[in-house]
């Protein structure tokens, strides 16, 4: 009996502190409440209230180069490796290291190639002399065979020979003359052979560097010697995307495509070519296909195996509509860019992007209000990433924008309410 009594009073004095308890908490918990409420709605009135300052550009109708970009490599225009045509010891090399070349023409007009290398003499200077010998006697046999044929052709008709012995000593001759046609081929290969001791480039261009030096052994039609590359003119070879190619064919029937070429990280102007080559196929694993353009490279800016950026100038675009390319933003749904209206209100305007040129969009013609834009309009370049349809504009200086698009003068009004919200 003691002990139930005894829990029981415990158990009502404990009533009552569990419930003041529970409702200290309670107290507590709704001030922070309404604490972080009050900070909350300050912070958000702070943050949205006012206009949001941008800045803009129109607008504008331009004249846009049409063009397109993309990177390749320099080549040469030709290029030959040097081989020997005959096997003997290199005795002579007549160039230098990385020399230019050049085949020019003599006063009667015949090509002058110029000389790389010569191949020892000797050997072959002796087998044409050899050739020449067999040659000249053989000649004197054939003349001999020819008279003994001529005079049993004689006897024969006295009745003196018979047919058999006649046609015997023309055959005879007729033979020693066909071996001297073959001792004349002979002798004219001796000669070419020697002639091949001096080894020419059949090309002007630049010398690389030397393959074999003098005194090695060089094998006929194996041993590589020098390589020579023309680079003037010099070729650019690019490749660019299926879907330009009726654009380039379209510059190609109006006349020549100008192509220009700039060494990334150089300073200096580009290099202006003509496109001379657009490749006969596509290449279906990349859908490109590959040109070639040529350039003078008087100045020996270019050279082979050097990367480059190529620009292909197609004509022009007259009166495109252009925006800064920095107001054109990307959505869920597409591009678009924020219009300021006359109510210094921004609207989203969606709008397709037809291509870019230095830093402007060009944009395609729509219905304005649904898409596109009109020249004139106000297009926020600067601080419109925090608009949102609607949003209240103060408009503030153009920043970076393009010489065809003025920046637009601040609005003093805008900037005064701004500034009195502040100071409230």
Not at 105 to 123: C, K
Not at 276 to 285: C, L, P
Request: aromatic share 4%; glycine share 8%; proline share 6%.
């Amino acid at each position: 009996m003691f002990n139930a009594r005894h829990n029981v009073s415990v158990a009502r004095r404990s009533r009552p502190v569990r419930w003041a308890a529970g409702v200290a908490l309670a107290l507590l918990a709704g001030a922070v409440s309404s604490c972080s409420d009050k900070a909350n709605g300050a912070a958000g009135k702070g943050r949205f209230s006012g206009p949001v300052p941008v800045s803009v550009a129109p607008a504008v109708r331009a004249t846009i180069p049409l063009e397109i970009e993309t990177f390749g490599t320099a080549e040469a225009s030709e290029t030959v490796t040097i081989r020997p045509q005959v096997t003997g010891v290199l005795t002579e090399v007549k160039f230098v290291k990385g020399q230019e070349v050049k085949v020019t023409r003599d006063a009667a007009g015949r090509e002058v190639q110029p000389e790389l290398f010569t191949i020892d003499p000797e050997p072959f200077q002796a087998t044409l002399r050899q050739a020449q010998a067999t040659l000249a006697r053989d000649v004197a046999q054939a003349k001999n065979a020819r008279a003994e044929a001529n005079r049993e052709a004689a006897l024969m008709e006295k009745g003196i020979s018979s047919r058999t012995d006649k046609e015997k000593r023309e055959a005879d001759a007729e033979a020693m003359e066909a071996t001297v046609h073959a001792d004349e081929a002979a002798v004219q290969t001796a000669q070419l052979q020697l002639g091949y001791c001096t080894i020419r480039s059949p090309i002007s261009g630049r010398t690389g560097d030397l393959l074999v030096d003098k005194g090695n052994l060089v094998k006929a039609n194996e041993t590589a010697l020098v390589t020579v590359n023309a680079v003037h003119p010099i070729e650019a070879c690019f490749s660019v995307s299926q879907a330009e190619l009726p654009a380039v064919q379209a510059a190609r029937e109006r006349g020549a495509v100008k192509v220009l070429a700039t060494i990334p990280q150089e300073p200096g102007p580009a290099e202006e070519g003509t496109l001379s080559f657009v490749d006969n196929a596509i290449d279906t694993s990349t859908g490109m296909i590959l040109m070639r353009a040529t350039f003078k490279n008087s100045r020996d800016r270019l050279w082979p195996g050097q990367y480059l950026r190529v620009t292909l100038t197609l004509g022009q675009l007259e009166g495109a509509l252009v925006v800064p390319s920095q107001a054109v933003q990307n959505g869920r749904e597409g591009t678009y860019v924020f219009v300021v209206d006359a109510d210094k209100k921004a609207r989203m305007r969606p709008l397709t992007v037809v291509r870019t040129y230095d830093g402007r969009s060009v944009v395609a013609l729509g219905t304005p209000g649904e898409s596109g834009l009109t020249p004139g309009e106000l297009v926020g370049t600067d601080g419109h990433g925090r608009l949102t349809e609607k949003s209240a504009v103060q408009i503030m200086p153009a920043v970076g924008t393009p010489a065809s698009a003025p920046a637009a003068r601040p609005d003093r009004s805008d900037r005064a309410s701004s500034d009195s919200s502040v100071r409230k």
